[in-house]
């Protein structure tokens, strides 16, 4: 069996050509399900059911796995007897007819307009990583923008003149407008910053460490937690909070959900509809807060 993993994964990664993390993902669901195969003494992947399956689930279920991490095992379990039968190994596939669990979808994890605000306030440009981290900050908030994407741009992918910055790194580019305080930002973290960080002068990232690099996700993981804890906000912040508050401050104040969906670049506007849903809740709370007669 291990040598099927690797074949479907080799498939995976040449004509899938999926990113090395995804890869891992597979890899991993995939191997866990052939080990706890051999717990139940079945070496032989043609033996295996929908029954075999569902017990696997169950048993994940049983271990305390979320029902995301089962319903992705699932997907993963899936592709492989997909590939497996496609090639004749196996005679069916058993998960054809498998539905996958239902998972009740959280609301992200929103910032108040205030806590904002004291949030961005934390950054003191008074030294080089102030200027950078008051930039980075303002830029999320403005733009909306994933922190992938944040540490991908391009010093050539904003345009302070005209306002706007360019994503072309995902799947479609998108060109989302930035605001004046964030303009006004990036350009202090220009003009008093980035010079003296980087060490190349061909450097192309817009946004780097303290050894001129580009910054990393983990680099900026730190810098969110770093000025959350300043600002002594007990809500628990990622780095994917502001880009959330970004959708539902928008929403809030008027625009509509297909601009907002253009602007985070959701391929499918039921992404962007859970801000919708935010919305209601918080009219209700207001509502049972005020109304006299709630």
């Not at 992947?45 to 075999?52: D, G, L, V």
């Not at 730190?222 to 959350?228: A, D, G, M, Q």
Request: glycine letters at 4%.
């Amino acid at each position: 069996m291990e040598a099927l993993v690797e074949k479907f994964v080799n498939f995976l990664e040449k004509d899938k050509r999926l990113s090395f993390n995804t890869l891992q993902s597979y890899r991993r669901d995939i191997e866990q399900y052939v080990n706890y195969l051999k717990t139940i003494n079945l070496k032989n992947i043609s033996k295996t059911n929908k029954a075999t399956i569902i017990a696997y689930l169950l048993y994940l279920q049983k271990k305390g796995r979320a029902m995301s991490t089962i319903s992705r095992n699932l997907a993963s379990i899936r592709s492989f007897y997909q590939y497996i039968s496609k090639n004749k190994i196996i005679d069916s596939d058993p998960t054809q007819d498998l539905e996958s669990p239902r998972i009740e979808k959280k609301l992200p994890q929103i910032l108040s307009t205030q806590e904002v605000e004291l949030l961005l306030e934390q950054p003191k440009c008074v030294d080089l990583k102030g200027y950078r981290d008051k930039a980075m900050l303002e830029l999320l908030y403005a733009t909306g923008i994933r922190v992938s994407e944040l540490i991908s741009l391009d010093v050539d992918d904003i345009n302070l003149e005209a306002g706007f910055v360019r994503c072309n790194k995902g799947a479609r580019e998108r060109v989302i407008p930035v605001g004046s305080m964030a303009i006004a930002a990036i350009n202090d973290y220009l003009k008093n910053a980035r010079g003296f960080l980087i060490q190349d002068p061909n450097e192309k990232a817009l946004f780097v460490n303290i050894n001129g690099r580009r910054l990393t996700r983990q680099g900026f993981w730190k810098v969110i937690k770093l000025y959350k804890n300043q600002a002594k906000i007990a809500k628990d912040i990622t780095p994917h909070t502001l880009r959330h508050s970004f959708a539902a401050h928008l929403l809030d104040n008027g625009a509509d959900l297909k601009s907002i969906q253009e602007m985070l670049g959701h391929s499918d506007i039921s992404s962007t509809q859970i801000y919708a849903q935010i919305a209601r809740n918080r009219i209700k709370e207001v509502y049972k807060k005020t109304h006299p007669r709630a």
